[in-house]
């Protein structure tokens, strides 16, 4: 199971952490995450996604 959390912040930052590990933020980009960058870059540590047939 994930835990999924949305936290206001400041400045228009927009950041993803995944493990306590920052795997995407757009002050550093100077972007948002284009479509499925963000599944991209989790995949690595969440695996495999899940067949739910």
């Given at each position: ?19 306590d ?9 100077g ?11 989790a ?11």
């Amino acid at each position: 199971m994930i835990d999924v959390s949305l936290r206001s912040g400041s400045k228009g930052r927009f950041e993803v952490t995944l493990d306590d590990r920052l795997i995407f933020s757009k002050a550093k980009l100077g972007r948002f995450p284009k479509p499925g960058e963000i599944r991209e870059l989790a995949a690595p540590a969440l695996g495999p996604p899940i067949d739910w047939r």
